[in-house]
């Protein structure tokens, strides 16, 4: 096939040598894809024959097959080369902290293959991007959503898949041949990876997170990358080529990193305080500069602190709650605490607890690991604890709320792997 796109000699594709055809195909979409073209740019390709495919890392590093290479039509290897730089404009190989892995590697497949297939739709025909057959595709329910909403909705599914045991049996799903059929178990990497793949499609790619980089480091790349995010998309907005359905995503990859949560959390446990002035004790700064104020006087403040006990919730994130409320507990003396232990039911309680030793000690062990509804919760408040002044819920979300907020607020502290902030119907909603 002969193409002439920059008006300079006509050239053969099939003749080019695999790094010819990245360099080849990055210079073309500098003129018909600006913005993929601008990000293209500072990709570093290397070939990696140990590799079937391709791959990238957080530094830009763009590893190929050169066989692979060969194999992929001009359209198909602009399309992956759109993908790699999707993946490094959205930080999303710095982004997945505690998510399982294979979850999150397809929900960023699905959320980039999304935005490619979108944009192909309003390119020209000869320089149109064009993803490979079979490979991962985004159901039209997750339009529109970031990687980590879609990260959600994939756990949620997966939750209930389980992989048939056999003990000596031929295997199987049924009749005389499964004799050492013993039940069901959690899905390994591979048999998950499968079924995703069973259900969505197949990933092309590798997603390398950058082993050995240092956090220091990790955040110089980080910022690296939305200096030049940020240059591509105002240089091809004033144009007009800004690929649409990307720029919320986009302006979400440049925003600061959040607050801090923890801080959220006691400014607010702190600001729900009762308190009123006395003037049996004056202020000691009043006094001192020759004035006589009252000094605040602070009541006890009565909370409920809930914990997901449910399925869904590793040991590892489990400890994570104890820590925090030990925390709370440690940093507010006016502060009693009634805990929750709760799955789809309420497991266990402790009531009105001030002693931090013994609050660990009660709930150190924790009773459940079955699905997760949130009602239970809110029921018992209603019933036998009206003088909640604050519910403090710590949990992933994956679970039932109730149909209508309380009376009192409620503060869902939201595991890493968690929902995402917004899929919370009322309260305040704080990531870990």
């Known amino acids: 096939m002969l193409f002439d796109y920059l008006g300079g000699r006509m050239w053969s594709w099939e003749d080019l040598s695999p790094i010819d055809k990245i360099k080849k195909a990055r210079t073309i979409m500098l003129k018909y894809h600006p913005f993929f073209g ?39 290897l602009i399309a992956i080369l759109m993908h790699e730089v999707l993946h490094l404009a959205l930080q999303h190989l710095i982004r ?29 025909l000869n320089v149109r991007p064009k993803l490979p057959e079979r490979v991962v595709r985004c159901p039209d329910e997750f339009k529109d959503k970031n990687a980590e909403q879609i990260y959600a909705e994939l756990k949620q599914r997966t939750i209930e ?27 390994s990497k591979g048999d998950l990876e499968g079924e995703l793949e069973r259900r969505f499609g197949e990933r092309f790619d590798e997603h390398r997170e950058g082993e050995g980089i240092s956090e220091e480091e990790r955040k110089k790349i980080e ?23 990307l720029e919320k995503l986009i302006d979400e990859a440049l925003k600061p990193s959040k607050i801090n949560w923890r801080l ?15 003037w049996t004790k004056p202020s000691r700064t009043s006094y001192a500069l020759g004035y006589y104020l009252p000094s605040v006087k602070k009541d006890t403040l009565e909370i409920v ?9 590793r040991d590892e994130e489990y400890v994570e709650f104890l820590s925090e409320i030990v925390s709370i507990a440690k940093s507010y003396e006016n502060v009693k605490i009634t805990a929750i232990l709760c799955d789809a039911d309420v497991q266990k309680i402790v009531r009105d ?40 819920y710590f949990t992933d979300g994956f679970g039932t709320f ?21 899929q919370v119907p009322f309260g305040l909603a704080l990531k870990m």
């Open 38 to 76: 601008q990000l293209a740019m500072y990709l570093q390709p290397k070939e990696v024959k140990e590799i079937k495919t391709m791959a990238v890392d957080p530094k830009g590093n763009l590893y190929y097959n050169p066989d692979y290479v060969n194999k992929l039509t001009f359209n198909e």
């Open 96 to 124: 997945r902290g505690k998510r399982n892995e294979v979850i999150w590697n397809f929900a960023c497949d699905m959320c980039v293959n999304r935005i490619i297939e979108e944009y192909a739709m309003n390119c020209e």
């Open 161 to 187: 898949i389980r992989i048939p045991i056999c003990s000596g049996g031929k295997g199987g799903h049924g009749g005389k041949e499964d004799e050492g059929f013993e039940g069901m178990k959690p899905p």
């Open 223 to 245: 910022e690296e990358w939305k200096n030049r995010v940020s240059q591509a998309y105002h240089a091809t907005k004033t144009q007009g080529k800004f690929p649409a359905g």
């Open 264 to 278: 959220l959390l006691w400014r607010y446990i702190s600001q729900s305080i009762p308190f009123d002035y006395t």
């Open 305 to 313: 602190v809930a914990l997901d006990t449910s399925g869904s919730i």
């Open 353 to 392: 607890e001030s002693s931090i030793r013994e609050l660990l000690e009660e709930i150190r062990k924790r009773k459940g690991y079955g699905g997760t509804d949130f009602r239970p919760v809110f029921e018992f408040i209603e019933k036998e604890k009206r003088d909640c002044k604050l519910l403090i």
């Open 402 to 422: 109730p149909d209508k907020p309380p009376s009192y607020p409620v503060i869902w502290v939201i595991t890493e792997e968690g929902i995402s902030e917004e």
